[in-house]
């Protein structure tokens, strides 16, 4: 690092300079066009950066009106049944996870909930020489009395078994037949 009291000289470069060069470069354009030494004890600093950014305004001819409004338009095709058409020629096997029968009471009123709805959540599983479609089914219940009588309904959800990875379809037995490749594989 140079210390300010050891400068003798400050050039400025004025003028359009491509600060886009690396350090050789503008080394390079000092010795270059201004015939100066750049190991001697000067500060070269260069001006008009922007310019850079610039460069489509320069190059633009002034004459061409610009457009007022741009509108971009693409289409795209939805593959939305295209997991369910891979899958609909596996064999189905169900897991239902409903609450324990002394949980089906409602923790506002005490009376007995009923089954709302479903989450279901489907992984593929390989057993040797056959793969297969699981579906874990995790029944929703709800109150059937603060729904009547009641501003808030509790809602209850059956305890599931949790996904080797998160929002996928790989069950522990796929997970076990893949290879992991490291990114930076050894030099030999």
Avoid: W
Avoid at 11 to 26: K, N, V
Avoid at 69 to 94: A, C, F
Avoid at 108 to 136: T, Y
């Amino acid at each position: 690092m140079m210390n300010a009291k050891q400068l003798e000289q400050v050039y400025l470069a004025c003028g359009a300079t491509d600060l886009r060069r690396s350090i050789d470069g503008l080394a390079a354009l000092v010795k270059m066009r201004f015939r100066l030494d750049t190991f001697s004890n000067c500060l070269f600093a260069f001006c008009n950066q922007m310019s850079l950014f610039n460069e489509a305004e320069q190059e633009a001819d002034a004459r061409v009106a610009e457009p007022d409004i741009e509108e971009i338009t693409y289409k795209r095709k939805k593959r939305v049944d295209q997991k369910d058409e891979m899958l609909s020629n596996l064999p189905v096997e169900t897991v239902d996870y409903y609450l324990p029968e002394e949980e089906q009471f409602c923790s506002e009123c005490g009376e007995h909930l009923h089954i709302m709805g479903r989450d279901i959540r489907r992984e593929l599983k390989i057993v040797p020489a056959q793969v297969k479609v699981v579906e874990h089914i995790q029944h929703i219940y709800s109150c059937r009395g603060c729904e009547k009588y009641s501003d808030g309904t509790p809602i209850v959800k059956s305890i599931v078994a949790e996904p080797v990875i998160k929002g996928s379809m790989a069950s522990p037995s796929v997970v076990s037949y893949i290879k992991l490749i490291p990114a930076f594989p050894p030099q030999l």
